[in-house]
C-alpha cells in the first residue's frame, strides 16, 4: 500500500534546514554543535516515525509531480519513498550521525581544528543526500542525490587544505563525482531507452525488478547487459570494488569524522545500497539469471556471475593489502574496501540467505567500522599516535578505546557473537545452498574472515599485550617488501615496514620533515603537544636507526601513563564510542529482535513473492524462474 506523504522530504530536508543553522552561529561553538545534534534527533526521529507503517507494508512516497503538478525531468517524476531497502539505510544513518556529532564536536575541539562551521554544515549537508539515496523511488533521483553526495563531502576530504587534502580530494571527486556519475547516469539512460520501447519509459524502482525492463530485455538483451554494467560499475565506484578503489585510502587524509562518516556511513554504503537497488529492484534476480552472458571458454553466465568474482577478489585482494599497512587508519581504510565486497558478494549470488545476510551486513559493517574509526580518532587526539607499530602497551592509557577496538575487530572478523557472525552466516547458507561455483564465494568470505583476524588482532595484541620497551614493530606481512625482522632497523635508509624511507607512504613522521603525509591532520595539533599532553608524550619510536626525540605519537621515555576507563579522553568521545561498540554486540546477539534483520527478511520478501519461512523449502532455480514470471 502506497501512501502519499511529507515524511520522506522532511527527512532528507531535516538536516539540510540546519545548515544555514550551524553558519550563523559560528560565533557561538556551542550553539552551532547544538544545531547539529537536534537536526540529527530531528532526522533520526522523522525516519523513526515511518518504520511501524513500513513494517506493516505501507510505502510513504512524496512526488514532485503530484505536489508542484511539475515533472522533474521529461516524463520523469522525483519522488521520494521510504520502502523497507530505504528504511534500512535511512535507519542507519540518522540513528548513528547522532553519536557521530557528539564524536566529532570532541574531536575537533581535541584538536582545536580549523574551519569547524564548515565542516559542521559540509557534515549535515551529507547526510541530508545520504538520505536522499536512501528515499530515491527512482534511478533519476538516486543519481542527482547521489552526485551532490560526492560534491558535499568534497570540503571534508580536502578540510586540511593542503597539497595532500587538495590532491586527495581531486582524486576522491574524479572518482566518485565524474566516473562513478557518467556511469550511473549512462546505465539509466540505457533503461530508460528500453523501457520506452515496450510502452510508456520508466526508472521507478519496483520489488524484484522493473517489469517493463525485463520484457524490452528479451528484445535487446546485449543493451541490457550493458545497462547493468554501467549501473553496477557507477555504484561500484562508491562500493570501492577494485580497481575502483584507491580513492578510498587516499581520503584518509581526511579527519578521523569523515572517515567514519566514508567508511560506514554515507559514502561507501550508498555505493553498496546502490547495487541492491540495481539488482533487487531494477533489475531483478530473475532478470539477471535469465540474461546470460557469453564468455568466450567458459560459455554462458549469468550476469551475476562476473559481479561475484570481482566482489570476491576484492575482499581477499584488500584483505592482504591491510596485513601490510602500518598506519591503523590506512589498515582500516583497505578493511573497509574489503567488507564493501562482502555486501555485492552477497547480493550477486542472488540467493534469498545470502541477500539477507548482505543487507544485514549494512549495519553490522557501520557499527563495528565506526567503532574501530572512533578508536583510531581518540587514540590520536589524546596521544597524536598514528602507527601500529607505535602502540605496544597503549591499553594502558586508553583501555576503554582500546576494549571497544577489540570488539570492532571482532565483528569485523565476524566472530560470535557480534553481528558481522549474523550476516556472513547467512551469506556462506546462501554460498551453500547453491551448486557450482558458489562454492568459491564460500570459501573466500572464509578465508577473508581469516584475514580480518590475521590484520586486525596485531593491534589488540600490541595495545594489551606488548610492553613499550619489548615489543615487534613489524607490519604482519614480514619480508623484504612487507617489513622487516627486526623491531627497529639498523640501516638508514629502511623502513619499519620495508622500502625506501623517503617514499614509503607509511613511515613514521619527521619533525623537520615538512613535505610529510601527514595521515590525520596537520593543524594545530602537532604544534601544540607539549602544552597539551604534559610531558606525557616527547619522543617517539625511530624506524630509521638514530632514536632521536620527536614529537610524534608513541610513548614517552617513562612509557604510556595509566589511565582509567573513565579519565583517558572527554566524555565526548567515549560515550560514542561505547554506544556504538556496545550496538555491534547487541545486533549479534539479538539479530531477531533487531530491527535491521527483520527489514532484510521483509526486503527479500518483498522480491521473492513469498514469506521468509517459505523461501527455504523452495529450490533456488524455481525462486529464480518465479521472480522472472
Known sequence: ??????????????????????????????????????????????????????????????????????????????????????????LLASFLWIFTAFYATGYMRGLDEHAQTRFFASFAASLSTAVGIA??????????????????????????????????????????????????????????????????????????????????????????????????????????????????????????????????????????????????????????????????????????????IMAAFTLTAASIIAMRKDHLKRRLAYSTTAQLSYIVLGLSMLHPYAVVGALFHIPAHAFAKLTLFFCAGAIHVETHTDYISEMAGIGKRMPLTMSAFAVGAAGMAGLPPLAGFVSKFYMLIGAGDVAGGYWLFAGALLLSAVLNIVYLWPVVYTA?????????????????????????????????????????????????????????????????????????????????????????GGPSAEAWPRRSPFSESTWLMLVPIAVIATGAVVLGIVPDRAVFLELAMRIVEGVFGMPFEELSDVPFDELLAGVSE
Not at 553558519?23 to 544545531?35: H, M, T
Not at 542527482?144 to 580530494?169: C, I, K, M, Q, W
Open 1 to 90: 500500500m502506497t501512501e502519499s506523504s511529507v515524511l520522506p522530504l522532511a527527512a532528507v530536508l531535516a538536516s539540510a534546514v540546519a545548515i544555514p543553522l550551524i553558519v550563523a552561529s559560528y560565533r557561538y561553538p556551542n550553539v552551532r554543535e547544538g544545531w547539529s545534534v537536534l537536526a540529527a534527533l530531528t532526522k533520526f526521529g522523522i525516519v523513526a516515525s515511518m518504520l511501524p507503517g513500513v513494517m506493516e507494508g505501507t510505502v510513504y512516497e512524496w512526488s514532485l509531480r503530484d505536489s508542484l503538478g511539475v515533472d522533474f525531468l521529461a516524463g520523469l517524476d522525483f519522488v521520494l519513498r521510504a520502502d523497507p531497502l530505504g528504511m534500512l539505510f535511512a
Open 135 to 308: 528515499f530515491a523511488g527512482n534511478l533519476v533521483t538516486i543519481f542527482v542525490f547521489y552526485e551532490l553526495l560526492s560534491l558535499v563531502t568534497y570540503p571534508l576530504v580536502a578540510h586540511n587544505e593542503d597539497e595532500e587534502a587538495r590532491v586527495a580530494g581531486r582524486k576522491y571527486v574524479t572518482y566518485t563525482f565524474f566516473g562513478g556519475g557518467v556511469l550511473l547516469l549512462a546505465g539509466t539512460v540505457l533503461v530508460y531507452w528500453l523501457t520506452q520501447g515496450v510502452g510508456e519509459a520508466t526508472v521507478a524502482f519496483e520489488a524484484g525488478g522493473i517489469g517493463a525492463l525485463a520484457e524490452a530485455a528479451q528484445a535487446e538483451p546485449g543493451i541490457a547487459q550493458a545497462a547493468f554494467y554501467l549501473l553496477i560499475a557507477g555504484f561500484g565506484v562508491k562500493a570501492a570494488v577494485m580497481p575502483l578503489h584507491s580513492w578510498l585510502a587516499d581520503a584518509m587524509v581526511a579527519p578521523t569524522p569523515v572517515s567514519g562518516l566514508l567508511h560506514a556511513v554515507a559514502v561507501v554504503k550508498s555505493g553498496a545500497f546502490g547495487v541492491a537497488r540495481v539488482i533487487l529492484e531494477v533489475f531483478g534476480p530473475g532478470l539477471i539469471s535469465d540474461l546470460p552472458l557469453e564468455v568466450p571458454g567458459i560459455g554462458a553466465v549469468g550476469l551475476n556471475v562476473p559481479v561475484a
Open 464 to 552: 594489551f599485550f606488548e610492553s613499550e620497551d619489548r615489543h615487534d614493530a613489524k607490519p604482519v606481512l614480514e619480508f623484504p617488501r612487507g617489513g622487516l625482522f627486526e623491531s627497529y632497523a639498523d640501516e638508514e635508509d629502511i623502513a619499519a615496514d620495508g622500502g625506501e624511507s623517503s617514499d614509503d607512504e607509511d613511515r613514521p613522521f619527521e619533525a623537520d620533515d615538512e613535505n610529510y603525509e601527514y595521515a590525520v591532520d596537520r593543524y594545530p595539533s602537532d604544534a601544540d603537544i607539549p602544552e597539551r599532553f604534559e610531558g606525557e608524550r616527547v619522543s617517539s619510536v625511530d624506524h630509521h636507526g638514530d632514536h632521536d626525540d620527536h614529537l610524534t
